[in-house]
């Protein structure tokens, strides 16, 4: 009940649900304006992944790869959005 | 065809007690994966077993299996290869009818299939985390305990990196029945009742 009069209060925080290598964790008050990597950074933290960089992870929502510098809301993300971070591999082929 | 198995050498128990920690992060995310297509078939200490199916598509497909072998465990990276999702026996490259393309960062006209291997040899998934990659002569100088703290070569970075770069973006595919033999089997049907 609580939760839900301050959703009302500040409509542009959301949650987000990431799953970070397999371990799964939600990102809270996402600021819809703030740029994606924000909260990718944040997963990252809750997760500990700290030992790599930001630009080492693909962002992956729906089999697409995600520009983290565009807007949360230019995503517009479903309440039911699983996002996931897996690390990039290293350059492969023989 | 070839492929060498490896020794266990190391302690099997601390193995097996990183497989349960691989196996149990999995777990907790596994119907996620599922709704991607990718689907756990078996787990059988060294190893887990694996289908990655195309669910976006009608009739939904299997477009590969692999087998992820967790043996020395992490003094070695995993083990990957691919397997019939039927029989479970080992299938040549030419039976896995999917690309694994990367980007090559230094002709990025000139994409890399990381599915390597060809003729009799088993195929196998060349990059780095991966057993076969680590032990390819061409990649000596790539030590894999370069990798072993980083996060490449768990069984999450191994499925992503199989997932990501095959199936992920594929929306349609060609099917091809041969109905000759159905169709002659008819006429002699029919012949035999005249």
Same mark, same amino acid.
């Given at each position: 009940m609580k939760e839900k009069e301050e959703n009302e209060k500040q409509p542009n925080l959301i949650s987000l649900t990431f799953i970070v290598n397999g371990t799964e964790t939600i990102v809270e008050k996402v600021n819809v304006n703030q740029p994606l990597h924000v909260s990718v950074q944040k997963a990252l933290?809750?997760?500990?992944?700290?030992?790599?960089?930001?630009?080492?992870?693909?962002?992956?929502?729906?089999?697409?790869?995600?520009?983290?510098?565009?807007?949360?809301?230019?995503y517009n993300f479903p309440k039911s959005a699983v996002i996931f971070l897996s690390l990039k591999a290293g350059q492969g082929g023989v | 065809m070839e492929y060498k198995e490896s020794l266990q050498i190391t302690d099997p128990s601390v193995t097996k007690n990183k497989f349960d920690t691989e196996v149990s992060k999995f777990k907790a995310v596994e119907v996620n994966y599922r709704e991607k297509g990718i689907i756990c078939t078996k787990i059988s200490f060294p190893n887990i077993f694996f289908i990655f199916a195309i669910p976006k598509l009608t009739p939904p497909v299997i477009a590969f299996s692999v087998r992820i072998n967790f043996t020395n465990y992490d003094f070695e990276p995993p083990s990957?290869? =691919?397997?019939?999702? =039927?029989?479970?026996?080992?299938?040549?490259?030419?039976?896995v009818p999917v690309l694994f393309i990367q980007l090559n960062k230094n002709n990025p006209f000139q994409p890399i299939d990381l599915l390597q291997g060809s003729g009799n040899m088993a195929p196998f998934f060349c990059i780095p985390g991966v057993r076969e990659y680590h032990n390819h002569p061409a990649h000596s100088g790539d030590s894999w305990f370069l990798y072993r703290t980083r996060g490449e070569g768990n069984l999450l970075f191994i499925i992503d990196q199989l997932?990501?770069?095959?199936?992920?973006?594929?929306?349609? =595919?060609?099917?091809?029945?041969?109905?000759?033999?159905?169709?002659?089997?008819?006429?002699?049907?029919?012949?035999?009742?005249?």
């Open positions: 933290d809750q997760t500990g992944n700290t030992a790599r960089l930001i630009g080492d992870w693909q962002v992956i929502y729906n089999d697409q790869t995600l520009d983290t510098n565009k807007k949360v809301e230019d | 990957v290869v =691919f397997i019939s999702p =039927f029989t479970e026996e080992l299938v040549r490259r030419d039976q997932y990501n770069n095959s199936i992920a973006t594929a929306k349609s =595919f060609q099917a091809v029945l041969n109905l000759t033999e159905f169709k002659m089997q008819v006429q002699q049907e029919i012949k035999i009742n005249k």
